[in-house]
């Protein structure tokens, strides 16, 4: 009975034991599964702190790559620069954000400092900060030669007044350092001697040694009637060439534009104008570098530009804008040559240009700035310049806007090159400029050439040197024509001749410069024409004595003859060029200048020579007229006489009127005069070689000799026969030199 109550209870109890120890061993799993979980894992990396067994937390103000929590063992956690971009943190104005190891605080700026509080704060709300005046602190670092000047965070060195920075430092900053400004050294030209300007450069020698910079304005005004006084009593500088006087010019055009823009630099910020009582008159502006702008006035001139070019490069002063007008530096600059583009001309005035006559029709104004590179500004400068004479314009004349231009080696020259006219009227002329020098109003005469004149002055010259010549040959070696009227024909020819050739070949200077062959050239052309006109009158004399002392005298030896026709012309020649040598030569032609009433050195003998002659032939022909009314007249000496008379009337007429015109193409106003001259230079020569070898008769039968000879024509024994016997007949007549005419 036992057995079997006892095996299922056993059973039941077994079984019981068994799931109990399961679901104990499932409880301890689960305990142990818990507290795995709970446990921190040991790779979270500095700055973190575990999450659990497998993340961990990075601290505040740090960060991994996934965030902020993270499960890979790998990341770490790196500072967060709140003071960086994008930025949440705002210290506020006139403070930084400086970032540290897991967090950030806020100063004030450099330059600030905190009104209250404490000095290092977390935002806006705390900051105090303001300006901190550097300079009445003491906190500044400003050289001794420099004043502190507090600016909003900081400060700037400036120079004292009359001071600049010395070379490698700048004005306005912390390490500026400056020198007190000195005159700026300015020597007299080389090689120009003239004890006038020696002085005025002691003169200035003198000035720098006394100089303040607080005496800056003084020392300009002083300046200023030091060159006045120089230009309005020039003394020995008028007797200067025209290439020293430019040379001159120029050196005082630069040292006054270097000197005037040193100096301008000591006075104070603002406008400054002087009027000297010659009417030279300066105006300053000096004042902080900016934009925009600014207007130069003054009675001479106005000039308009940007003031942002007016300062130079790396200068962080006051910028200087001037102009110096002056009247006087006309007389250094006169008859000064102009550089054209004769390409532009050409095509203007559909012919080239050879050059231009120049006239200044106002002040020499000088523009200078605190910039001294200004061959090539960024914006271009207008300007207007007043017309101290009110030109009336005529064919080929213009007005243009001109400077004055340093070719390098001392000297200069007027130019146009990038300057134009944009407009003139109400007596002013306005320009525009892409550079900056000295600049004036000047008024062009164009010397236009005609290609048709030049062929015709080149051709008829020539043909007249031709015929010249075969005259010259046919007085020499036509032996019946021989005489003293035959001497003085020769001598006039061979003077022609000479003048001509020289005409021909140098009478254009195309230099521009008034040299020692253009002095040349003038005094021989004035001597040759002089000794043709003394020549010619000699003619009158021959017939002074045929026909007024009634047929009784042979009239002058040879060597009167030589030494009138000569002499006279180089006793002439020799006082004019010992008087004023300076009036030979001019611009554009080797003659006579017109100034100074030097021209009469040749017109006052012309026109003694042509009224003497005159009165000489109209008493000539009253005589005739006696003559011809009497009983029983010569009538074959009487129309020797005549013919004489009308080829010496002739030959003054065509010698007359030639240098009648002349004399007024070396300034020509029309082209007519230029036409006329050339024709008449033409046929002088011609009419002369007609006049005295074709229409004489014993010319043409020595003429037909020669040409039977040449020829070899069979003819030649009768015309050696012929001319032989009225070769007897002529040498008979030659002792009589009176009767050989035609």
Same mark, same amino acid.
């Given at each position: 009975?036992?057995g079997?109550h006892?095996g299922?209870?056993l ?7 068994d ?7 499932l409880?301890t799993?689960?305990?142990v599964?818990s507290q795995?979980s709970?446990?921190?894992?040991l ?9 659990n067994?497998?993340a961990?937390?990075?601290?505040p103000?740090?960060i ?5 929590i993270?499960?890979n063992p790998?990341e ?7 003071c ?7 210290c506020g ?8 190891e ?5 100063t004030?700026s450099?330059g ?5 509080g404490?000095?290092?704060?977390q935002n806006?709300?705390?900051?105090t900060?303001?300006?901190k ?12 030669s420099?004043?502190?000047v ?16 010395k070379?490698g430092?700048q004005?306005?900053q912390m ?16 090689g120009?001697?003239?004890q006038?300007?020696?002085?005025f450069?002691e003169?200035?020698q003198e000035?720098?040694?006394?100089f303040?910079?607080a005496t ?7 300046l200023?009637g030091?060159v006045?006084?120089l230009?309005?009593?020039s ?11 430019h040379?001159t010019?120029?050196?005082l055009?630069?040292?006054?534009e ?9 006075i104070?910020k603002?406008s400054?104008t ?9 105006s300053?502006v ?15 001139a106005?000039?308009?530009l940007?003031w ?6 790396g ?5 200087v804008?001037g ?7 006309k007389?250094l ?11 532009k001309l050409k095509?203007?005035y559909e ?11 106002s002040a020499?104004s ?7 590179n200004?061959?090539?500004l ?9 017309l101290?004479?009110?030109?009336e314009l ?5 007005l243009i ?7 390098g080696n001392g ?10 006219r ?9 320009c ?11 008024m062009?005469h164009?010397d236009?050439?005609?290609p048709k ?8 010259? !020539?043909?007249s040197?031709?015929c &010249?010549?075969?005259?010259? =040959?046919? /007085? %020499?070696? #036509?032996r019946?024509? $021989? @005489? ?5 024909h020769?001598?006039l020819?061979?003077c022609?001749?000479?003048?001509s050739?020289i005409?021909?070949a140098?009478i254009?200077?195309?230099g ?6 253009c002095?040349?050239v ?9 000794? !043709?006109?003394?020549?010619?009158? &000699?003619e009158?004399?021959? =017939?002074? /004595? %045929?026909v #007024?002392?009634?047929? $009784? @005298?042979q009239?002058?030896r040879?060597l009167w003859?030589?030494?009138?026709g ?13 008087a ?5 030569g ?21 026109t ?5 002659n005159?009165?000489?032939?109209v008493?000539?022909v009253?005589?005739?007229?006696q003559k011809?009314?009497e ?12 013919v004489?008379?009308i080829?010496a009337?002739?030959?003054l ?7 009648v ?6 300034d020509p106003e029309?082209?007519v005069?230029?036409y ?8 002088q020569?011609?009419f002369l070689?007609?006049?005295y070898c ?5 010319v043409?039968?020595?003429y037909?000799k020669?040409?039977c000879?040449?020829?070899g ?10 001319s032989?016997?009225?070769s007897?007949?002529?040498q008979?007549?030659a ?6 005419g035609?």
């Amino acid at each position: 009975m036992g057995g079997p109550h006892g095996g299922p209870f056993l059973l039941f109890h077994g079984s019981s034991w068994d799931s109990a120890a399961v679901l104990c061993f499932l409880l301890t799993l689960s305990e142990v599964g818990s507290q795995n979980s709970k446990a921190c894992a040991l790779w979270c990396p500095p700055n973190s702190s575990c999450v659990n067994g497998t993340a961990c937390r990075c601290a505040p103000g740090f960060i991994s790559f996934s965030g902020e929590i993270f499960t890979n063992p790998l990341e770490s956690c790196d500072d967060i620069n709140e003071c960086g971009p994008p930025s949440p943190v705002d210290c506020g104005s006139s403070a930084d954000c400086q970032n540290t190891e897991g967090g950030y605080y806020c100063t004030c700026s450099p330059g600030y400092e905190p009104v209250s509080g404490p000095a290092v704060f977390q935002n806006e709300s705390e900051n105090t900060c303001r300006d901190k005046d550097e300079c009445s602190s003491g906190e500044h670092r400003c050289h001794n030669s420099t004043i502190c000047v507090n600016t909003v965070g900081s400060y700037t060195c400036h120079c004292h007044q009359g001071w600049v920075p010395k070379p490698g430092f700048q004005d306005k900053q912390m390490i500026t350092i400056c020198e007190e400004i000195s005159f700026p050294a300015w020597m007299a030209p080389p090689g120009i001697k003239s004890q006038r300007l020696s002085a005025f450069f002691e003169r200035v020698q003198e000035m720098s040694r006394d100089f303040k910079p607080a005496t800056a304005k003084k020392s300009m005004q002083d300046l200023i009637g030091s060159v006045d006084d120089l230009l309005k009593n020039s003394g020995d500088l008028e007797s200067l060439g025209q290439s020293s006087k430019h040379v001159t010019a120029t050196h005082l055009l630069s040292g006054l534009e270097e000197i005037l823009r040193t100096l301008a630099r000591a006075i104070p910020k603002g406008s400054f104008t002087y009027r000297s009582d010659d009417d030279t008159e300066l105006s300053l502006v000096v004042q902080e570098q900016g934009k925009g702008n600014v207007t130069v006035g003054q009675s001479h001139a106005r000039i308009l530009l940007d003031w942002a070019v007016a300062a130079a490069a790396g200068e962080s002063g006051p910028s200087v804008v001037g102009i110096l007008s002056s009247l006087n530096m006309k007389k250094l600059l006169a008859n000064a040559s102009l550089k054209l583009d004769l390409e532009k001309l050409k095509e203007t005035y559909e012919s080239p240009v050879r050059g231009a006559k120049v006239t200044l029709l106002s002040a020499v104004s000088s523009v200078f700035l605190s910039n001294p590179n200004t061959e090539k500004l960024d914006s271009n400068v207008s300007f207007a310049f007043t017309l101290h004479e009110q030109p009336e314009l005529k064919p080929r004349q213009e007005l243009i806007c001109a400077f004055w231009k340093n070719d390098g080696n001392g000297n200069g020259s007027w130019a146009t090159s990038g300057c134009w006219r944009m407009g003139s009227g109400n007596g002013s002329v306005t320009c525009q400029c892409s550079h900056l020098s000295s600049f004036a109003i000047l008024m062009a005469h164009y010397d236009v050439e005609d290609p048709k004149l030049a062929l015709i002055t080149k051709v008829g010259l !020539a043909l007249s040197l031709a015929c &010249l010549l075969l005259c010259i =040959l046919t /007085f %020499l070696l #036509v032996r019946p024509i $021989q @005489g003293s009227r035959t001497t003085v024909h020769l001598h006039l020819c061979i003077c022609l001749f000479v003048g001509s050739a020289i005409f021909l070949a140098g009478i254009e200077n195309e230099g521009g410069e008034v040299g020692t062959r253009c002095r040349l050239v003038a005094v021989l052309l004035h001597y040759c024409f002089l000794a !043709a006109f003394c020549w010619m009158s &000699l003619e009158g004399v021959e =017939l002074y /004595f %045929l026909v #007024v002392r009634v047929f $009784q @005298g042979q009239g002058l030896r040879k060597l009167w003859l030589c030494l009138i026709g000569y002499g006279v012309p180089l006793i002439i020649v020799g006082i004019s060029a010992g008087a004023y040598s300076k009036g030979y030569g001019r611009e554009k032609f080797c003659w006579l200048n017109f100034e100074g009433g030097f021209l009469w050195s040749f017109v006052g003998p012309v026109t003694f020579i042509v009224l003497g002659n005159a009165i000489i032939f109209v008493i000539t022909v009253w005589k005739l007229t006696q003559k011809f009314s009497e009983i029983n007249p010569d009538i074959k000496k009487l129309k020797k006489v005549r013919v004489l008379t009308i080829t010496a009337i002739a030959q003054l007429f065509v010698l007359g009127c030639t240098w009648v015109f002349g004399l007024l193409l070396f300034d020509p106003e029309s082209w007519v005069l230029s036409y006329i001259f050339s024709i008449l230079n033409c046929l002088q020569g011609f009419f002369l070689f007609v006049l005295y070898c074709l229409l004489n008769k014993k010319v043409r039968e020595e003429y037909r000799k020669w040409a039977c000879m040449v020829a070899g024509n069979r003819y030649s024994e009768f015309a050696t026969t012929t001319s032989a016997s009225g070769s007897s007949h002529n040498q008979t007549q030659a002792l009589r030199p009176s009767e050989s005419g035609m």
